[in-house]
């Protein structure tokens, strides 16, 4: 058994997705989405990076038989299953699928826009 949490690797991604959550938080307390074009197009790309590094964490954690990965991911999983109703979802995953598709589809909205 490995210390999940004793990877480099895993340290690194949990740093840049600390810093990712920071990102989005400025930016949403900075109306990053009633903002320009621009600014929302930033918002868009930078709640994709953190939604998908958050996918690679959660697959991580799932093939991980270190005690406290498996907390975590419980932990995940019990925190999103509130929004799986919302989303219309079965699992973290397809609710992690489901934001990268509405992301696109703002995205894709923006585009026409401009």
Request: proline residues 1%; hydrophobic residues 40%; negative net charge.
């Amino acid at each position: 058994m490995t210390d999940f949490f004793d990877s480099d690797i895993v340290r690194n991604e949990a740093k840049e997705m600390e810093f990712l959550q920071m990102k989005a938080m400025e930016l949403t307390l900075g109306n990053a989405m009633s903002g320009s074009r621009e600014d929302q197009l930033e918002y868009i790309q930078v709640v994709r990076s953190l939604v998908e590094k958050q996918q690679i964490f959660y697959t991580r954690l799932k093939l991980s038989d270190d005690p406290r990965a498996v907390d975590m991911c419980e932990q995940i999983e019990q925190g999103a299953k509130m929004l799986y109703g919302w989303w219309d979802t079965a699992d973290v995953l397809s609710l992690m699928r489901e934001m990268l598709s509405k992301l696109d589809q703002f995205e894709q909205e923006l585009g026409a826009e401009g």
